[in-house]
């Protein structure tokens, strides 16, 4: 996987093959951080279902301040934090399933909120529409927190009402979504 921009721009990192594990393109990702851009300074992010990173490993190469990893898979989880540690970059690797995280994280009364959530959970196990909920019921986001969301082409998704969708777009057999959190009374401009 090669990083497409900021600081650490044309790093390759190696990535652990899984069954299911499909990292974001380097379209896609150009595309969702030229959206964000602006938006990562000194962000707090949360990669829900890393498998490769390249979400938030990309976050981080362009401002992002800090990231949580969350993967299931103890082998990608062990190559997210040899690519953690090889960067020096300040990230933590939860080797969890991402709905165990989310309790875990929602119970804790000094959590920091994130400003910046990737979701892209494999797509054989249509997750998305119960993570978001999930999610959103957690109160580990920002007011105003971005939210992106990886889905297949063939899939529906149901975003919390408190989800404006911002863009989206589809490339092959993905479509993706970036979303802005807003407090249920108001909407943004």
Wanted: hydrophobic share 40%; with cysteine.
């Amino acid at each position: 996987m090669r990083l497409i921009g900021g600081r650490w721009r044309g790093r390759k990192l190696p990535v652990t093959a899984a069954p299911g594990l499909r990292p974001s393109g380097d379209r896609i990702r150009e595309t969702l951080f030229n959206w964000l851009t602006g938006e990562l300074a000194n962000c707090h992010c949360l990669d829900l279902f890393a498998g490769s990173g390249a979400l938030g490993f990309e976050a981080l190469s362009r401002g992002a301040s800090r990231c949580d990893f969350v993967e299931l898979e103890p082998r990608v989880a062990t190559q997210l934090r040899l690519n953690v540690e090889r960067l020096e970059a300040t990230a933590e690797v939860h080797a969890t399933r991402a709905e165990h995280f989310l309790s875990r994280a929602a119970q804790q009364s000094d959590r920091q909120l994130y400003h910046c959530v990737f979701l892209d959970p494999p797509f054989s196990q249509a997750l998305l529409t119960e993570i978001a909920a999930q999610l959103e019921a957690s109160a580990i986001m920002d007011e105003e927190c971005w939210i992106y969301c990886e889905l297949g082409s063939d899939q529906t998704f149901s975003a919390p009402v408190t989800w404006q969708l911002h863009r989206q777009r589809s490339s092959g057999a993905v479509n993706y979504r970036l979303y802005r959190r807003v407090a249920a009374n108001r909407t943004i401009a």
